[in-house]
């Protein structure tokens, strides 16, 4: 929880603060392109409406109905019965044909508005009256009303088994694709003549397209449809006309059929543009009935989809591509092209269930949802880029920059790729610089990744490991090398790895050294960086010394131990004798001084917790002969409930304070005191040893703690000067300090500085 916590308490990022700035932006971009898809989904004037519907129906057209049978006033019919318009006792007698053959239905697509001869015209209402199925067009007069028949024509009409109207409506490229199965004046809408020939099949479906009224200047209209076509090469059944009043057709062929009869030639009836015309030339008013008529037979007429509806799914394929779009940012394209794919396939599955839905004002909001979000993801990356690259420019310069053309300051592109530029080469300059300082360095040095993949090894390295490590793991070369934990088959991460000095396979004593690389923001490492420094010769000199000290303390100190002894013998027989006992006392205070300082120097410690007054006790036991003799008091603070602890090398530590108890007796003259006060503070001990002699020069003190110096406070002592050396060094590998305090004619003091035990 406190993790938690501390990762909200966290300042965002400026990569952050972008991200949430664009994600503010797109949301209210997406309220922005909803409405507006929504908008386009309902307006009818959008022209890639017409384009998709036009395409879709070449894709998905109609079979043709074998109940559809056209008869055709066509040019030979024109060339044997004379020119139009005939008389309508042909008419009649057509009509008489075809009721012989007893078809379903006879859709007259032909205009009897104006009377002719009233025998004729007699002749071709009873043909109407004893015939019952044939149904008659009407025509629109003016803008609000259709056109009246004359008093000689009402027996024609009323003895029609209804009369239907032939509108279409064009589009606003000139195109017809719709109608209404049912318009006229308000209140007095008549039916499609299509829908009235398709009432006398045999199985009827309720009147498609939506019921509602529209009516626009007293004109009303109901039951909207598109207008089906059939396959471009494919033709509905047809005879001319002149074949069937002369007999020609066979009856066989008309019986049971929905005969249409209407005119087909250029020069008779209207034509009009519809979706094929690009392919078949105009299309006759007769063939947009047989494909009405023939969409009804089938149950495949197509209204368009209610407009919340069409507007509901377009804004939500927009609001899925906007959602993903932010979600899955790289995928921008597919997710586009897929969510363009997904809106042809909805349209192409409603358009074989009857209904029309135009994807083209969906495919309007993805694209322009895709260009946006491109253009604004581009907008904070070049933001971005802009201000780490501000950022790299104005960290310390490791290496001198390679001169470079300017940038043009009016393109905030080129001046981007120029800054990129500057730091891929910079980049690559630190990286040179990092490889050439690596491969000059006199250890063994190696840069691996997080998982202990070898990324730079220099010269030294390979010589150690005798192969090329580049792209090698360091745990299987260090196992190969013999590192202890890894030679008994244990594998330890690298942060686990022990920091130890050991012996390889070819029996060199190397320490390894081993650090995280961390990243300029954060604590998570990059890599590690890795040293093994080569120590035999080191180890070699230590043997050789350590060979010296035990020659001097204990080969070089048995013969001046012998002379003393036989001095001791006849040490009453003569003056030089004590003279010679006085020299080799001084040579084994020497030795003893050089073991004493090489011991301190070395690094043979044996640290372990020691209270600290145990080892005043002992210095204090050592120098009270001394003190005695030359009549100097020793005094200290310390009782036997002193707790404070340390921890201590015994020996080397004890030793180092008896050397600064001796010089003190040593330099103080005879009924002074000598005295010893100690303090906690904060973690540390501070021990203070003081005299009351000659004092030390201000200009001696600096080099107090060298080897070898002798002052003038110092004339007629014996000595060489090592034991403040030996000090010193004990105390600094202690973790402590030492400090000399001195004031000529009134005495010294030191100060020694040590860290005390953790409880």
Partial sequence: MMLWGKAEKRQPT????????????????????????????VSSGLALNNSFYDTFRRLTPLPVDPRVLLVTIDEPSLKKLGPW??????????????????????????????????????????????????VLPLVREGSSRYSQADAQMLPLLKCAKGLGHINVEADNDGVVRRLYLREGPVGATVPQLAWLAYEMSDETKPMPGNPQASILKHWQREHGVRVPVIAPGARF??????????????????????????????????????????????????????????????????????????????????????????HRPRYALWMTVGCM????LIALGLLRLGHWWSPAACWIGLLLSYLIWNWRRLSVILAYFGWELARLDNEPKVLPERRRAPASRGDVLQARIFALEQAVSRTRDTRRFMADGLECLPVATLITDPRGNILLANRIA???????????????????????????????ALSALELVEFRDIHQRSLRMELAPLLPAEGDIALGWLLSLTDLSK????????????????????????AILALLDVHSGESPVFAQVEQQVRRALSLTESFVQLAKAEADGYQFQPTLFAM???????????????KGIHLVHDLDETDEGMVSADQSLLTRALFNVLENAVKYSPSGTTVRLSHASEQGW???????????????????????????????????????????????????????????????????????????
């Fill in 14 to 41: 400026h990569a952050q603060r972008l991200f949430h700035g664009l994600v503010r932006e797109w949301v209210w971009i997406g309220l922005l392109l909803l409405p507006m898809t929504a908008y386009l989904s």
């Fill in 85 to 134: 318009p005939w008389p309508r006792s042909l008419h009649a007698d057509l009509i008489d044909r075809l009721n012989a053959a007893q078809p379903a239905g006879i859709l007259f697509d032909v205009i009897f508005s104006e009377p002719e001869e009233p025998a004729s015209d007699k002749r071709l209402s009873d043909a109407v009256c004893n015939a019952g199925n044939v």
């Fill in 237 to 326: 059944p047809s005879v001319s006309y002149v074949s069937v009043l002369h007999g020609e057709v066979p009856p066989e062929m008309l019986h049971g059929r929905l005969i249409l009869v209407g005119g087909m030639d250029s020069g008779l009836g209207d034509y009009f543009f519809s979706p094929l015309s690009s392919t078949v030339g105009a299309t006759a008013g007769l063939d947009i009935q047989a494909n009405v008529l023939n969409a009804l037979l089938q149950g495949r007429s197509v209204v368009d989809l209610p407009g919340w509806l069409a507007a509901l799914i377009a804004t939500s394929l927009v609001a899925v591509l906007l959602g993903l779009l932010l």
């Fill in 341 to 344: 794919l997904a809106a042809l």
């Fill in 462 to 492: 390979r010589e150690v490991f005798g192969n090329d490590l580049v792209a090698e793991n360091l745990l299987e070369q260090l196992a190969d090398l013999g590192y202890p934990p890894l030679h008994n088959g244990v594998r330890p």
């Fill in 538 to 561: 080191e180890r070699e000199a230590q043997q050789h010394r350590e060979t010296m000290l035990r020659f001097l303390s204990h080969d070089l100190r048995a013969p001046h131990s």
């Fill in 615 to 629: 080892l005043v006790m002992d210095a204090f036991d050592q120098v009270a002969v001394i003190a005695q003799l």
């Fill in 685 to 759: 001990l501070e021990c203070r040893i003081s005299d009351q002699g000659p004092g030390i020069a201000p200009e001696d003190l600096p080099e107090l703690f060298s080897q070898y110096r002798r002052f003038d406070s110092a004339q007629g002592s014996e000595g060489l000067g090592l034991g403040l050396t030996m000090v010193k060094a004990v105390v600094e590998r202690h973790r402590g300090r030492i400090d000399c305090e001195s004031t000529l004619g009134k005495g010294t003091a030191f100060s020694l500085r040590l860290p005390l035990l953790d409880e």
